[in-house]
């Protein structure tokens, strides 16, 4: 009944074509034009994972995440219904992203859910990119990983854990200088150590950042050379406490924010247990002003 892993991230954007662009250029994505207002964006052999359309909010407006087969999407509506969340099924957006089925509702900070299975997979097509990139790990353990802020983190890690069966990982207090202190929450539902983040922080964006990882160091490190090129550089190469993965930070177009890391530690669900860390990082990922 629970979720298998995130899917895709739909986001709006005000610059569209600089969006894509970067995405191309210093992520080294597939990025298929929708139209004068959408484009979609391919790193593995599913038909796409990311979809950005033009829109004045620079923010994720939507999250796909995938279950296994309908049984199990018919289970979890009628679970989410038995905790007062109605999730909608809706044939016409399940053709529009090219899944089998899809019910869609809200999480707690208002970001919308797509609930899906059967998603396209063009495995008879190589990923094409003009960067030669040799991928990103996907598979089973989906697109990456997102960190969603939440005016509300127990409500939002109920919702994740109670409602679609995500379970914790571990958490790290995050102090920012001038703001209250908060705390990062991790949640996985594969073996990748977290697939969502939940930091409790009222904010008017949703997203803090999302990840893609590399499924070689050389790639991240061509991806570093290219973004401090292009003076893009968010936070510098570091290494994460929690899940030890080697990563840096990027500023997307319209202030959107990607990691881009290698290496990320695999958990076994079922093994695991929970604990904390004090900081973010073993090293580096220093932040610089903007």
């Known amino acids: 009944m629970s979720i298998r892993n995130l899917g895709y991230l739909v986001f709006e954007v005000v610059e569209l074509e600089a969006f894509a662009a970067f995405a191309a250029d210093m992520l080294g994505v597939e990025v298929q034009q929708r139209g004068e207002d959408a484009v979609r964006m391919r790193i593995d052999s599913r038909s796409w994972r990311i979809e950005a359309q033009r829109g004045p909010r620079n923010d994720v407006v939507a999250a796909g995440l995938e279950v296994g087969a309908a049984t199990d999407l018919e289970r979890l509506e009628r679970h989410l219904a038995e905790r007062g969340t109605a999730a909608r099924r809706d044939a016409a957006l399940a053709r529009e992203r090219g899944v089998t089925g899809l019910s869609h509702c809200s999480d707690p900070s208002g970001l919308e859910i797509e609930l899906f299975y059967g998603a396209t997979e063009e495995n008879h097509r190589p990923l094409r990119t003009p960067l030669g990139h040799g991928g990103f790990v996907t ?54 150590h977290h697939t969502v983040a939940l930091l409790g922080m009222p904010d008017p964006k949703r997203l803090a950042h999302f990840m893609l990882e590399c499924r070689d160091l050389d790639d991240l490190g061509r991806a570093l050379d290219r973004v401090q090129a292009a003076d893009a550089v968010n936070a510098t190469l570091g290494r994460h406490t929690n899940d030890g993965m080697l990563s840096f930070y990027a500023q997307m177009p319209g202030g959107i924010e990607v990691e881009i890391g290698f290496g990320g530690m695999q958990v076994e669900p079922q093994a695991w247990s929970v604990v904390r860390h004090e900081k973010t990082s073993r090293w580096g990922h220093v932040r610089r002003r903007r």
């Open 139 to 192: 598979g089973a353990q989906g697109l990456g990983h997102m960190v969603l802020k939440t005016p509300v983190p127990e409500r939002s890690a109920e919702f994740y854990c109670e409602g679609l069966g995500m379970a914790v990982s571990d958490y790290i207090p995050l102090y920012i200088p001038g703001r209250p202190p908060a705390e990062l929450q991790f949640l996985h539902c594969n073996s990748r």
